[in-house]
């Protein structure tokens, strides 16, 4: 079993939508959250980040952290054409060893 | 401000030889990171520097090495290459204290393709 569960997808909304990506996690050492948005061939960029449990929003972006179910959401509201790329949630320990656990990726489209 | 920047972009190699790519973290930021993104696999880290030290190692063998020079820029060094080594590296920065500190940024790759 992988340290860190993320739904492959794809995801196909159409524009205007609520979109929910969601990881479930085994490892209850994480402590830090991280959602990464990672267009085709490039590189990841940053999106959220979040410190144990709570909700943190940006905009049209919201990330909910639920330490206790191991399961951590990115919310993305009123979605655009511009938002279809691959969502990574990335975790981390407290330990100083500071190497991100990351999930396998949602590819997310989003239709005109 | 300049975000992470890496160099090359594009880099072909036969298998057998070595491969070096290249790193310049934000400015102000003193570790840097390296991940591997073979295709089908996701990112898996690599390597940890911070003040010119390696303070964290992934699962890869030590043909994977690097370091980081008085600047903090880094470097990744890939040596006998192998047909599974093609992947896009990514290279990462952050400041070292907790806190927001421990927010981590990507720059864009370099694809290491081994022919």
């Known amino acids: 079993q992988k340290e860190v569960e993320q739904d492959p997808g794809p995801l196909s909304v159409p524009e205007g939508a609520i979109v929910s990506l969601n990881c479930t996690y085994s490892n209850s050492a994480f402590q830090y959250f991280m959602w990464y948005r990672q267009y085709s061939r490039k590189g990841p960029e940053l999106l959220m980040y979040t410190y144990s449990s709570g909700n943190k929003e940006d905009g049209r972006f919201t990330a909910q952290v639920d330490k206790s179910s191991k399961y951590i959401s990115l919310f993305i509201r009123d979605s655009q054409p511009s938002d279809s790329a691959t969502y990574l949630c990335?975790?981390?320990?407290?330990?100083?060893?500071?190497?991100?656990?990351f999930g396998s990726g949602t590819r997310l489209q989003v239709q005109p | 401000e300049a975000g992470v920047t890496q160099s090359p972009t594009h880099l072909i190699k036969t298998r057998g030889q070595q491969a070096t790519l290249r790193c310049s973290p934000i400015?102000?930021?003193?570790?840097v990171y390296w991940y591997q993104q073979a295709l089908g696999l996701g990112l898996q880290f690599l390597l940890w520097y911070d003040e010119g030290e390696e303070r964290n190692r992934g699962n890869f063998p030590p043909r994977f090495s690097g370091r980081q020079f008085p600047n903090y820029s880094s470097e990744l060094n890939v040596n006998a290459l192998e047909l599974e080594d093609s992947a896009l590296y990514l290279c990462?920065?952050?400041?070292?204290?907790?806190?927001?500190?421990?927010?981590?940024?990507f720059g864009e790759g370099s694809w290491l393709t081994v022919v």
């Open positions: 400015s102000g930021h003193t570790s």
């Open positions: 990462a920065s952050s400041l070292v204290a907790g806190g927001s500190g421990n927010t981590i940024y």
């Open positions: 990335a975790m981390m320990m407290d330990t100083g060893r500071r190497a991100l656990t």
